[in-house]
């Protein structure tokens, strides 16, 4: 799997998982910059994702929503702060009502997602910071961990054309 460590801090208001992908910097890159392929990893396998407005592009918005099994559809969005190709891009990730509007009372966080060569392969970093340690353990105890590590640990089948 993918996914090789995750850890969480309250004093510091992070979240940060590590993972390694079968794939080089440039395609791990690919999978985040094409909203087509982001859609198969985004979310959990039972919860897949669809990006209605994606650009990996510094003031742009991305915007999603994830279907659950029984139909209901959960937006989010990604307002995009930085973008260094193909190393790290930067954003504010936040939950959205059913137009994109952000939800003012669930957590906002700024995620950090690095990428970096190793031996052909590619060592991701992917740090999310919080507003508050409130903010944290209400993403903890809605499942973040389980539902983030499940959705990174597609992204090796698809860069293998699974």
Excluded: C
């Amino acid at each position: 799997m993918p996914v090789t460590d995750v850890t969480h801090d309250l004093d510091n208001l992070t979240l940060t998982i590590e993972a390694e992908f079968a794939a080089p910097v440039e395609r791990i890159w690919e999978v985040y910059a094409d909203a087509r392929q982001l859609e198969r990893v985004w979310g959990p396998p039972l919860y897949p994702a669809t990006f209605v407005d994606h650009s990996l592009t510094p003031g742009s918005r991305s915007t999603y929503f994830m279907t659950s099994p029984e139909g209901e559809k959960y937006a989010g969005f990604w307002d995009i702060t930085g973008v260094t190709e193909p190393t790290e891009f930067t954003f504010d990730d936040g939950f959205a009502d059913q137009e994109f509007n952000p939800v003012p009372e669930m957590p906002l966080s700024h995620a950090v997602y690095t990428f970096a060569d190793h031996d052909g392969k590619t060592r991701a970093t992917y740090l999310a910071t919080y507003e508050s340690a409130e903010g944290l353990k209400k993403v903890l105890d809605m499942g973040v961990v389980e539902g983030a590590t499940s959705a990174i640990n597609q992204i090796d089948d698809l860069v293998a054309g699974g």
